[in-house]
């Protein structure tokens, strides 16, 4: 049918940004890491897709079936959906429901990428594997339905006036903010690599093996980026052609916007432009653009562009050197604090009276729920399966302790051993 047509098109898309996501992760990784690094996020995506289907399409729940709900002053909230485990809930019959449950799929998917950049580089792929079955089967379908499945972040425009409820086209808040906020935790449980801080706690600059990989990767994310923000605005917000191609024009614009404002950043601070925060200010800004991209106009969509290229700079900084997490690839930075920024300038481009205040309430829920619940379970999972590969197997890279084989074996991988001799 016509109708299926093009949402199908805009779904089968998102995968290109699960490879830029693996690639920029990649990149940014040192060469003894680089199979480990491409191979968790496969493991990840499948892990999530299983969990998703076994678990979380049940919390997540079908669009226009009954879901659980409470009562508050006479006033049904939304908590959980009425699904059935593996998916059962979704028949043949309704192409919408199927529709949903492929984007779905794919965007736990994603989701599920980004703690693995957070833990790179020291997270043991077995432990990798049980932690993003957790986020896929319980964490991510309650965000999930809280904002896209009818929930009470989405009730609160109907409940309480509050603007068009909790507004989220393309995930910036199910998506990016859930998936960094897992990645925080996770760079906190896991502690520093070896050799990052200084006994002062100084923190010493490992550079990404590759800069060509991850500038790929990135203009891969892009097209991602483009169906993830469409196909989430036609099947949650029934976007219209216009909608659709505001839709597209605005990622671009917002993209390109916080590249270059990453670029002028860096250059301006340091002397010379860098290549991996110019595209860590790419992405930042798909992120940030992802809640409202529908919905603003292009001047608006190029200021949220130009504030996150600036502001993933400083905060991936503040990360490091204020806060001591060792994140490698800057993904606490660029989706965490990507999606808080574009979540709450959806509340101040998005008409609606009481829509920042919608927005707000919804980072506030996905903050106070997410990170304590994931790092609850997870501190409980490393006492069981330890999360952290021991010193000498990091020493030696995660390709050949784990993997035994390292991703480019006719090439030194340990140049810095040499050097210091």
């Known amino acids: 049918m016509p109708e299926i047509a093009l949402p199908l098109f805009l779904c089968l898309l998102i995968p290109l940004a699960l490879v830029g996501m693996a690639l920029i992760n990649t990149g940014l990784n040192r060469s003894r890491n680089a199979a480990h690094s491409v191979l968790s996020s496969l493991c990840a995506a499948s892990v999530a897709v299983l969990a998703f289907v076994i678990v979380g399409s049940a919390i997540s729940g079908v669009a226009g079936e009954p879901a659980h709900t409470i009562s508050i002053a006479g006033r ?3 908590w959980a959906g009425g699904g059935a485990l593996f998916a059962r809930s979704f028949h043949v019959t309704d192409w919408h429901g199927l529709l949903a449950l492929i984007f779905q799929l794919f965007a736990v998917s994603l989701a599920a990428q980004i703690p693995v950049a957070g833990g790179a580089e020291r997270w043991r792929l077995t432990a990798t594997c049980l932690s993003t079955g957790f986020l896929a089967a319980l964490v991510f379908p309650f965000v999930d339905f809280w904002i896209w499945g009818g929930g009470f972040l989405s009730q609160l425009g109907s409940n309480y006036g509050l603007g068009n409820g909790f507004v989220d086209a393309g ?34 600059a490992m550079p990404g093996h590759n800069a060509m990989i991850v500038l790929v990767g990135s203009l891969l994310a892009l097209v ?33 916007g916080g590249a270059l404002s990453a670029l002028l950043t860096t250059r301006t601070r340091f002397g010379k432009p860098d290549a991996s925060l110019t595209a860590n200010g790419w992405v930042c800004a798909l992120v940030a653009v992802s809640a409202s991209a529908p919905f603003v106009k292009i001047p608006e969509a190029l200021l949220i562009g130009l504030v996150a290229g600036v502001v993933v700079v400083f905060a991936i900084e503040v990360v490091e050197l204020r806060m001591q997490v060792d994140d490698p690839a800057g993904a606490i930075s660029v989706h965490a604090v990507g999606g808080v920024w574009g979540l709450l300038a959806a509340g101040m481009f998005v008409s609606g009276q009481g829509q920042f205040l919608a927005q707000l309430i919804g980072v506030g829920t996905v903050i106070g729920f997410v990170v304590p619940l994931a790092y609850v379970v997870n501190y409980g999972m490393n006492r069981v399966v330890p999360h952290r590969v021991d010193p000498a197997g990091e020493r030696q890279g995660l390709d050949l302790h784990e993997l035994g ?17």
């Open 224 to 256: 991602g980026w483009m169906g993830l923000i469409g196909a989430g605005a036609v099947l949650f917000y029934n976007a219209g052609p216009g909608m659709l191609l505001m839709a597209v024009i605005n990622t671009l614009v917002a993209a390109s």
């Open 76 to 78: 049904a909230w939304g």
């Open 405 to 421: 084989a390292g991703a480019y074996p006719e090439f030194v991988t340990h140049r810095e051993d040499f050097l210091r001799r």
């Open 171 to 204: 995930g910036a808040g199910v998506i990016q903010l859930t998936g960094g906020l897992t990645a925080l935790v996770m760079a906190w449980l896991l502690g520093a690599r070896q050799g990052k801080f200084t006994g002062e706690g100084v923190p010493l």
